[in-house]
């Protein structure tokens, strides 16, 4: 008398059914299979290509967020370099004005003939009055300013260029001082930092 054992195969795979059964209801998934290797908590199968979506889904938002905090970095940073440089110039703005009034007071407290020297240096303004001389020299981007027979003090830095000519008028001799400073940023701006300022002495007269 024989009896026909099942193959170990087939036993393996009744057990396998056997044991889904007991887990819940639901289609059992078979380990061989590769698209369908992944099962649920009752035994549904769920597709392999779920983790792959979720995968790129992951790196689809983590490449906008690198995007996003690049533009506002960017942004950030040009703002405040802007805001730097219109710090830096508002100063620079406010200076150049308190040195533009005291020279306009020098010139007009001068009680002699105002004459302009030449120098290797640069021409030198030489303002006379009551207490001694004032002068105004430009030299390597820089305006001095002395009062005789102190020495010379810088007023100004960062000059790019400065011209002091005499403007003859009608009844009487004005001054021009023309001054530009250099541009604090390296990009070329929408407007110069040029100033013209212009003084008239009270004893000048033309005749």
């Not at 979720?54 to 490449?63: A, G, K, P």
């Not at 020279?103 to 004459?115: F, K, V």
């Not at 020299?137 to 010379?152: G, Y």
């Not at 004005?174 to 300022?197: D, I, M, N």
Request: aromatic share 8%; glycine share 8%.
């Amino acid at each position: 008398m024989k009896f026909n054992f099942p193959s170990r195969a087939f036993l393996t795979q009744g057990m396998i059914k056997d044991r889904w059964a007991k887990v819940g209801r639901g289609t059992p998934c078979a380990p061989s299979a590769v698209e369908n290797r992944t099962c649920g908590a009752h035994g549904v199968t769920r597709p392999a290509s779920d983790d792959a979506i979720t995968l790129i889904e992951c790196l689809v938002y983590i490449s906008v967020l690198l995007i996003l905090l690049g533009v506002g970095y960017t942004a950030f940073y040009r703002c405040m370099e802007n805001s730097l440089a219109l710090r830096r110039s508002a100063d620079d703005l406010a200076n150049v004005l308190h040195v533009g009034e005291r020279w306009r007071a020098d010139l007009r407290a001068a009680t002699g003939p105002i004459r302009l020297e030449g120098n290797p240096d640069g021409s030198i303004l030489v303002l006379p009055n009551g207490c001694g001389e004032v002068a105004y020299q430009f030299t390597t981007n820089a305006v001095l300013r002395r009062v005789s027979p102190r020495p010379w003090t810088t007023l100004l830095e960062r000059v790019k260029s400065s011209t002091m000519t005499s403007d003859p008028r009608p009844n009487v001799t004005a001054w021009r001082w023309e001054l530009e400073l250099q541009p604090r940023s390296r990009k070329p701006g929408r407007v110069r930092p040029l100033f013209t300022f212009i003084g008239v002495a009270k004893a000048s007269s033309t005749k």
